[in-house]
């Protein structure tokens, strides 16, 4: 342990250790056209130029890290509900950045209801990357977002196991098909509806029902039910995720 008394003076310390920069990255998933997908920045500029990013920012002088990560959230979504934002953790290998001596705290945040359409973004360069295109090899990431990124798809496929979450990626009303989708899609397995059904609605504040319907998009037979969801709680035991891949 450090004695305290050697380091009360402020600029003891600041000679003593070197300053580093600490900075936010979120990584953003929806279902976006049918497909699992993660939101990244073309880079323009600086080390790793025409490499692919997370959404990412310094931490300005009068903010938390919660505040930078909600910032950069807004700027890449509108209509994001910050209170999904989770902190993943801090990434500190001295070489991460060339050109400093760089922190990182990484957030992951869904999006609901995206599919089909482009995100709503103030930042030109954005994208959604489908996870199965990401994890071949077609894109190149700048400093340790790889790395990142593969914790980040680890901890959304483990919390839609444990937690409601699964259901903040569809819209705000939505079908049983349509949640179940979402498992099928991130998890990359077949499910079985029926289990599927029952195992949902015997977890409290997941499906909410709706007093109407969705419209019956196959004509014939009884419209499909709608639901809500509150938010995320936990499920246990969790769903678990069973290893039938789907084909790409």
Same mark, same amino acid.
């Given at each position: 342990?450090? !004695? ?39 880079? !323009?500029? #600086? ?34 509900? %910050?209170?999904? &934002?989770?902190?993943? +953790? ?16 990484a957030y992951t945040s869904v999006l ?31 400093? !340790?977002? +790889? ?56 977890v409290p504040n997941f499906l909410i ?9 196959? #004509?014939? #037979? ?5 639901? %809500?969801? #509150? ?11 069973? &290893?039938?891949? &789907?084909?790409?």
């Amino acid at each position: 342990d450090m !004695d305290s008394d050697n380091f009360s003076d402020p600029q003891s310390i600041a000679n003593e250790f070197a300053p580093a920069a600490m900075s936010v990255n979120v990584a953003i998933f929806a279902i976006c056209d049918d497909q699992f997908s993660i939101l990244l920045n073309e880079r !323009d500029q #600086g080390p790793f130029r025409f490499q692919w990013e997370l959404p990412s920012s310094f931490v300005l002088p009068d903010e938390s890290l919660f505040e930078a990560a909600s910032r950069v959230l807004g700027q890449h979504a509108i209509e994001a509900d %910050t209170t999904l &934002l989770q902190q993943l +953790g801090a990434y500190a290998t001295p070489q991460r950045d060339p050109r400093m001596r760089s922190i990182t705290v990484a957030y992951t945040s869904v999006l609901s209801g995206i599919d089909n359409s482009p995100v709503d973004s103030t930042v030109a360069s954005s994208e959604f990357v489908p996870i199965t295109e990401l994890l071949s090899g077609s894109k190149n990431l700048a400093f !340790d977002h +790889g790395r990142i990124t593969t914790d980040s798809i680890a901890r959304i496929r483990l919390e839609i196991g444990s937690t409601t979450l699964a259901a903040k990626f569809c819209p705000p009303e939505f079908t049983i098909t349509q949640l179940r989708n979402v498992y099928e899609k991130i998890w990359e397995t077949a499910i079985e509806a029926g289990n599927f059904q029952r195992k949902t609605q015997q977890v409290p504040n997941f499906l909410i029902p709706l007093a109407k319907k969705a419209p019956n998009v196959r #004509g014939a #037979g009884r419209p499909p039910k709608l639901f %809500t969801s #509150g938010a995320p709680v936990e499920i246990y035991p969790p769903l678990k995720r069973k &290893l039938t891949i &789907l084909p790409h």
